[in-house]
């Protein structure tokens, strides 16, 4: 079966500086998708970026970066250079082959201090 | 990309009624889908909306209380029905284009007393 975990409930994070979320999966299946989105208070569900278990690049996205490492079966996302409009949810999610089914992670509050 | 708007965008419902969601997508979409999110949780798949047949649900989620409707290609309904305070969550729709990524509407925030 297919899982995600997002160990850290809240992170803080000074404004300008970069902050890495983390995110790790699991999963039996060879192929795969990795996305990240963004909630804000509003509630919306903002995508911010996807890597796919055959990349071999890491994906970029501005100032979103994800950091895929594939044995560790980890994808963290990085924000550089943070905002305070960057202070939302943000929830790592995982779909399998052959299906646009996504699982969701716990998500992680972040909050980007002034 | 594609663009998606939900009404209501929050409704205050008492117990025992029903509340129906609209999902209206800008461009024709072949998978959409429901997602309800309770407070403080993560979002779970209710159910694909498929065009012209009935809907696929989840482990946990049946039609009777979540019935669905996909009428054409850009617009879907959820109907939460019978409803308790336990049903208060965001509902949102979201849908799959064709590239990889999922779009997601603004939400629906339902309050049952």
């Known amino acids: 079966a297919q899982k995600i975990t997002q160990t850290q409930p809240g992170m803080f994070v000074q404004e300008k500086e970069a902050v890495t979320l983390d995110c790790t999966y699991d999963?039996?299946?060879?192929?795969?998708?990795l996305f990240w989105y963004k909630q804000p208070s509003s509630g919306e569900m903002i995508f911010l970026i996807y890597?796919?278990?055959?990349?071999?690049q890491n994906a970029t996205e501005g100032r979103y970066s994800l950091n895929f490492q594939k044995a560790r079966k980890s994808a963290n996302l990085v924000i550089s250079a943070s905002q305070l409009g960057d202070s939302a949810m943000y929830f790592c999610?995982?779909?399998?082959?052959?299906?646009?089914?996504?699982?969701f992670g716990t998500g992680t509050r972040l909050k980007v201090l002034a | 990309s594609a663009v998606i708007s939900q009404k209501p965008s929050r409704d205050i419902c008492q117990r025992g009624t029903s509340l129906t969601i609209q999902c209206q997508v800008d461009?024709?979409?072949?998978?959409m889908f429901w997602y309800r999110q309770q407070p403080g949780q993560s979002l779970t798949l209710i159910a694909t909306?498929?065009?012209?047949?009935?809907?696929?649900?989840e482990s946990g989620f049946v039609i009777d209380k979540f019935p669905i409707s996909r009428p054409n290609l850009t617009f879907s309904t959820l109907t939460v029905s019978n409803m308790s305070p336990e049903d208060s969550s965001i509902y949102l729709c979201?849908?799959?284009?064709?590239?990889?990524?999922?779009?997601f509407g603004p939400g629906t925030r339902l309050t049952v007393t």
């Open positions: 890597q796919g278990s055959y990349d071999e």
């Open positions: 461009s024709q979409v072949t998978m």
């Open positions: 999963t039996s299946d060879q192929s795969y998708g």
């Open positions: 979201s849908v799959a284009t064709g590239s990889y990524e999922q779009y």
């Open positions: 909306a498929n065009q012209g047949s009935e809907a696929t649900y």
């Open positions: 999610a995982m779909r399998g082959p052959g299906t646009y089914k996504y699982i």
